[in-house]
């Protein structure tokens, strides 16, 4: 199986009563190498306490660091807030993701695919080492990840025209193109990008699904099944457990019930990237 190269933010989520490594591409590199992935993790972080707590959970999670630079800026953070399960995000602004250099040691040979979100991009620096990544995969999964106000929109459309496959949650929809129902918004956004074929979109306590450009197919997860303690990190569960999926040749119909097991999952714990249980994890691999 070939590795999954992953650009963007490392941070710390800040809660009322703890401090949680996080950023959703970190998330993802974690959640893959827990399934049993090998993932390349390109971003910085700061000298400071943070930072070497970031390399320190980089390397707990097996995750290879060796494009994670270290820079002048302080470490990434969020204050999070969470009500009903949902949470709100405080970005701090000038970190160490936006200022990602390109590691120019990198291979195009090693990786099956690209993830990526939107996040880092908010930065000059940070986009173009993204621009330079880009053409070294194929396959290219776009996580659009609105984080409001960093969310400009001329950016998001380079993105989105680079994409292969994009994941994209019914909140985050209209950011893209107008939506009044499923059908119609994922045949609106094929025939705006013509690049992206594959659509991963989540709609909450609705599930998700999975729309095939190629077979015109639409696959439908169940909803979950568990009530919500927190839905951080349960969206990036989803895209890691994909692109496992998809790099071991998985059907799609297997994809996406692999991807909402461990969803289903992680809604039930506070922490973007839980401790999986053996019983459970055999399910999902």
């Known amino acids: 199986m070939k590795k999954l190269l992953v650009f963007g933010e490392v941070l710390f989520d800040l809660f009322e009563e703890k401090v949680e490594i996080g950023g959703a591409p970190f998330n993802v590199a974690a959640h893959f190498s827990a399934l049993g992935g090998r993932a390349d993790f390109v971003s910085a972080v700061g000298t400071d306490e943070l930072g070497q707590k970031a390399l320190d959970a980089v390397r707990s999670f097996q995750i290879d660091g060796r494009f994670v630079a270290l820079t002048d800026h302080p470490t990434g953070y969020c204050k999070v807030t969470l009500k009903d399960g949902t949470p709100s995000y405080d970005l701090k602004n000038n970190v160490a993701y936006d200022a990602i ?49 960093y969310h400009e929109r001329e950016t998001i459309r380079k993105l989105l025209f680079a994409a292969t496959t994009l994941k994209i949650s019914r909140e985050e929809a209209e950011e893209i193109c107008p939506y009044y129902n499923e059908e119609q918004y994922l045949h609106d956004v094929i025939n705006a990008f013509p690049n992206i074929q594959k659509i991963l979109f989540t709609m909450d306590k609705d599930g998700s699904l999975l729309f095939d450009a190629h077979r015109d197919t639409i696959l439908y997860a169940p909803k979950p099944k568990e009530k919500p303690l927190s839905t951080v990190g349960a969206g990036d569960s989803l895209s890691a457990c994909y692109l496992y999926h998809l790099f071991k040749g998985s059907t799609p119909e297997r994809a996406l019930e692999a991807c909402s ?12 990237v839980p401790t999986l249980p053996e019983e459970l994890k055999n399910k999902i691999v």
């Open 101 to 149: 250099p390109f590691p120019e040691e990198i291979s195009a040979e090693d990786y099956g695919a690209l993830y990526y979100g939107s996040l880092a991009c908010r930065s000059s620096a940070s986009f173009e080492t993204l621009k330079k990544l880009i053409p070294l995969c194929s396959e290219r999964f776009f996580d659009i990840n609105i984080r409001p106000p």
């Open 261 to 272: 097991t461990l969803a289903d999952f992680v809604i039930t714990r506070l922490g973007a």
